[in-house]
């Protein structure tokens, strides 16, 4: 690290803490040819993958365009703010976890599908419809029908019946 002063590049390190957030690791060095104290701050890189797109264009990652096509699928919908940053932070651990340089679209779709599947099926429909471009309101049953279909089988292992009401013996 070069000093601020005399851009010398000999210094000792005097203090060390972490960040609140657990996010960064402060220094505080002593520049050991003129004694500058001065202060540095340790990050993690963060790797940013290029996003593939359907038509082949390319374009850097934007986490905000996760949270965007999820508030538009769950716009007056019962699902929290927390969910959503929830599902956005999983998407990119996933990312992050793959290391790839180049992601292509239709994964980070059917992350989100995935995860609005389990949040809400009124918002995975929504999304559906755009993000599938569904053509006709054949699709759009189609979908639907599939989703009822996988969501019978859920209520019955919970014991619930089709209005979700307790069973009774």
Request: glycine letters at 6%; charged letters at 35%.
């Given at each position: 690290?070069r000093?601020?002063?005399?851009?010398?590049?000999?210094?000792?390190?005097?203090?060390s803490?972490?960040?609140?957030?657990?996010?960064?690791?402060?220094?505080?060095?002593?520049?050991?040819?003129?004694?500058?104290?001065?202060?540095?701050?340790?990050?993690v890189?963060?790797?940013?993958?290029?996003?593939?797109?359907?038509?082949?264009?390319?374009?850097?990652?934007?986490?905000?365009?996760?949270?965007?096509?999820?508030?538009k699928?769950?716009?007056?919908r019962?699902?929290?703010?927390?969910?959503?940053?929830?599902?956005?932070?999983?998407?990119?651990?996933?990312i992050?976890?793959?290391?790839?340089?180049?992601?292509?679209?239709?994964?980070?779709?059917e992350?989100?599908?995935?995860?609005?599947?389990?949040?809400?099926?009124?918002?995975?429909?929504?999304?559906?419809?755009?993000y599938?471009?569904?053509?006709?309101?054949?699709?759009?049953?189609?979908?639907?029908?599939?989703?009822?279909?996988?969501?019978?089988?859920?209520?019955?292992?919970?014991?619930?019946?089709?209005?979700?009401?307790?069973?009774?013996a």
């Amino acid at each position: 690290m070069r000093c601020p002063r005399c851009a010398g590049v000999e210094d000792k390190v005097i203090e060390s803490r972490m960040s609140r957030d657990g996010s960064s690791i402060r220094r505080r060095r002593e520049c050991t040819h003129c004694s500058n104290r001065f202060t540095t701050y340790e990050h993690v890189e963060e790797f940013t993958p290029v996003v593939v797109k359907k038509d082949g264009r390319r374009e850097a990652f934007n986490p905000e365009k996760i949270i965007a096509g999820l508030m538009k699928a769950c716009e007056k919908r019962p699902v929290s703010m927390d969910a959503i940053e929830t599902v956005r932070d999983a998407i990119i651990q996933e990312i992050q976890t793959r290391g790839e340089k180049e992601i292509h679209s239709s994964f980070i779709g059917e992350r989100i599908m995935d995860a609005l599947n389990s949040l809400d099926p009124v918002a995975y429909v929504r999304f559906a419809s755009v993000y599938r471009d569904f053509k006709d309101v054949g699709e759009f049953m189609n979908e639907i029908k599939g989703l009822v279909q996988v969501r019978k089988p859920r209520a019955a292992r919970k014991g619930k019946t089709k209005k979700g009401a307790p069973r009774h013996a």
